[in-house]
Antibody, heavy 125, light 109 residues
Framework: QVQLQESGPGLVKPSETLSLTCTVS?????????WGWIRQPPGKGLEWIGS???????YYNPSLKSRVTISVDTSKNQFSLKLSSVTAADTAVYYC??????????????????WGKGTTVTVSS | EIVMTQSPATLSVSPGERATLSCRAS??????LAWYQQKPGQAPRLLIY???TRATGIPARFSGSGSGTEFTLTISSLQSEDFAVYYC???????????FGPGTKVDIK
């Protein structure tokens, strides 16, 4: 059974860098899939931040791209998120997730099929 | 940039009734559309992908349809555990981008 667990500071000061790690159990990141980060501000909807493959290939949400870095450590079976120059608008629950895939009718479909429980990050001085 | 919209924002339904949720994309996403359910304090749960394929373990009362720009999630007979917020999400192949809709809250009538 694949499980994901987010970890990191729950409070970050404005203008500093938010750093979170997602630890994967029950599946080796090196075996495949993209692994992603999604966030949800209080009372609002979901926003995809970006994702990474075990090779290090990354894709980012264009609206956050200038501030986001996602990295992977296959030896620890973890991937990480760094978001720089944070403001109060970055306060949210941050989720990590596996980006699953299915091949059907000559087409690949992609979706988030396994999620962590989420971790709350507050940006405040 | 593809923008996703969902309607209605809130849907009030009695247990046992049918619920129909809509999702619209600003341009065609083919069948690259997924639906998620989120309950308070929990992570989202994948219900449907490929517009109409139920994810593993999802009850048959959940069904998805549509392609292109118009999609529908139908819950045939609402159970108490189905009252939640539902999000649609599109996947763009190149560059790889996921975009969520704003959500529809299904509450008890």
């Amino acid at each position: 059974q694949v499980q994901l667990q987010e970890s990191g500071p729950g409070l970050v000061k404005p203008s500093e860098t938010l750093s979170l790690t997602c630890t994967v159990s029950g599946y080796s990141i090196s075996s495949g899939y993209y692994w992603g980060w999604i966030r949800q501000p209080p009372g609002k909807g979901l926003e995809w931040i970006g994702s990474i493959y075990h090779s290090g290939s990354t894709y980012y949400n264009p609206s956050l791209k200038s501030r986001v870095t996602i990295s992977v450590d296959t030896s620890k079976n973890q991937f990480s998120l760094k978001l720089s120059s944070v403001t109060a608008a970055d306060t949210a629950v941050y989720y990590c997730a596996r980006e699953g895939e299915d091949y059907s009718n000559l087409y690949y479909y992609y979706y988030m099929d396994v999620w962590g429980k989420g971790t709350t990050v507050t940006v405040s001085s | 940039e593809i923008v996703m919209t969902q309607s209605p924002a809130t849907l009030s339904v009695s247990p046992g009734e049918r619920a129909t949720l809509s999702c619209r994309a600003s341009q065609s996403v083919s069948s690259n559309l997924a639906w998620y359910q989120q309950k308070p304090g929990q992570a989202p749960r994948l219900l449907i992908y490929g517009a109409s394929t139920r994810a593993t373990g999802i009850p048959a009362r959940f069904s998805g349809s549509g392609s292109g720009t118009e999609f529908t999630l139908t819950i045939s007979s609402l159970q108490s555990e189905d009252f939640a917020v539902y999000y649609c999400q599109q996947y763009n192949n190149w560059p790889r981008i996921f975009t969520f809709g704003p959500g529809t809250k299904v509450d008890i009538k």
